[in-house]
C-alpha cells in the first residue's frame, strides 16, 4: 500500500513538474498549477501520514492557510517589484515599512495556523508538515531546474564567471 501511494506521488510529482516547465504547450496555467497543487496534496498527505478523518478535517483548515499565506506573498511580490528609483525618500520608508508589516503578519498567521492544526493533527504531524512542505518546494525547485539544465536551487542567481571589468 505504501509503495503505491509513493508511486502514485512520484506520477503526480512528476507531472506536476513537467507541465510546470513547460512555457507552452497546449496546457493552461491553471491545469498546470491545478496538477501541482495535486501532487502537493499527495506529498503533504503520504509525509505527515494524515488518517482520512484527519484528511477530512485538515484540508479545508490548510487551503485557508494558503490563500491567506498566498495573498501575503502577492501583496510583498508587489512592493518587492516597486522600483525605488522613482519614489521619493517616504514612499521609499513607507514601503519598507510596508514589507516588515507583511513579513510580521506572515509570522502570525504561521503562528495562528499552528494552533489550528493541532486541533486536527498530533504535535508530530504539525513538525512534519512544516518541514514536509519546504522539502516539496525545494524538490519542485530542483526538478525545474534539472529539466532546464540549469543550476539547482544552491545555485540560482549565480554567474557563470566573474563580471568583466
Known amino acids: ?33 491545478s496538477q501541482l497543487e495535486n501532487a502537493k496534496i499527495a506529498y503533504l498527505t503520504d509525509k505527515i501520514a494524515l488518517t482520512q478523518d484527519q484528511a477530512q478535517r485538515f484540508w479545508p483548515v490548510y487551503n485557508e492557510f494558503s490563500d491567506k499565506r498566498r495573498d501575503v506573498a502577492r501583496r510583498m511580490r508587489q512592493l518587492r517589484n516597486a522600483s525605488p528609483d522613482g519614489l521619493s525618500d517616504q514612499q521609499i520608508k513607507e514601503n519598507l515599512t510596508q ?17 489550528k492544526f493541532q486541533k486536527v493533527l498530533t504535535i508530530r504531524q504539525v513538525g512534519k508538515l512544516f518541514i514536509a512542505e519546504r522539502d516539496f518546494t525545494k524538490e519542485v525547485l530542483k526538478r525545474v531546474a534539472d529539466r532546464r539544465g540549469g543550476p539547482g536551487p544552491a545555485g540560482a542567481g549565480q554567474l557563470a564567471g566573474p563580471p568583466e571589468e
Open 1 to 33: 500500500m505504501k509503495y503505491l501511494l509513493r508511486s502514485l506521488l512520484a506520477v503526480l510529482l512528476l507531472a506536476a513538474v513537467q507541465s510546470a516547465s513547460f512555457a507552452q504547450g497546449g496546457r493552461r496555467q491553471g491545469d498546470r498549477l
Open 99 to 115: 514589507a516588515l508589516s507583511l513579513r510580521q503578519s506572515e509570522v502570525n498567521l504561521e503562528k495562528e495556523y499552528f494552533e
